[in-house]
T-cell receptor, first 113, second 115 residues
């Protein structure tokens, strides 16, 4: 089955700890994206990558870091510098073919205790 | 700067009613793309439709229909004969014509369909 997977589904962390959220896709998409969603809000772009070994900051990159060493993987690290990390995090990849659309994974809900 | 406004925060209807979700956008791009996504309680965003700025033809897919009007910068979504399974948050989104293809989302409309 082709798709986007995110793990874990729920993540708890203590203040001051870094945590890495996983995003994997087997759709052979070049571009991948990370969004943050807060209650009652739309999605906001954190980082995106259009090709392996390249990525750009989105609108709210402070306190986050990413890497893109493989086409299939785009992990997001939430660092201790992120002042309000509790949120729902969604990863997406883009099909540049027929639909030219971003498709989303199931999300990771991060709670800082 | 791009902006998407979904003025309806929450809508509640009774099953079988028709419901229209409004979306108004702002952009300076001449080429742009508009999207609707559905977010059920499970959280995953489900793609519904993509429309480019040069195609103002309305589209119908089963009980879903979309009305795109450039003159009013609107891209409204209508569900006909709503069902309980339609209950979800619906997002309208906008992307410019550049290569980075960043999406700007509205804040979403929570639709509740009651039996």
């Amino acid at each position: 089955d082709g798709g986007i997977t995110q793990s874990p589904k729920y993540l708890f962390r203590k203040e001051g700890q870094n945590v890495t959220l996983s995003c994997e896709q087997n759709l052979n998409h070049d571009a991948m994206y990370w969004y943050r969603q807060d209650p009652g809000q739309g999605l906001r772009l954190i980082y995106y990558s259009q090709i392996v070994n390249d990525f750009q900051k989105g609108d709210i990159a402070e306190g986050y870091s990413v890497s893109r060493e493989k086409k299939e993987s785009f992990p997001l690290t939430v660092t201790s510098a992120q002042k309000n990390p509790t949120a729902f995090y969604l990863c997406a990849s883009r099909d540049r073919g027929r639909t030219d659309t971003q498709y989303f994974g199931p999300g990771t809900r991060l709670t800082v205790l | 700067a791009q902006k998407v406004t979904q003025a309806q925060t929450e809508i509640s209807v009774v099953e079988k009613e028709d419901v229209t979700l409004d979306c108004v956008y702002e952009t300076r791009d001449t080429t742009y793309y508009l999207f609707w996504y559905k977010q059920p309680p499970s959280g995953e965003l489900v793609f519904l439709i993509r429309r480019n700025s040069f195609d103002e033809q309305n589209e119908i897919s089963g009980r879903y229909s979309w009305n795109f009007q450039k003159s009013t910068s609107s891209f409204n979504f209508t569900i006909t004969a709503s069902q309980v399974v339609d209950s979800a948050v619906y997002f309208c989104a906008l992307s410019g014509g550049g290569s980075n293809y960043k999406l700007t989302f509205g804040k979403g409309t929570l639709l509740t369909v009651n039996p």
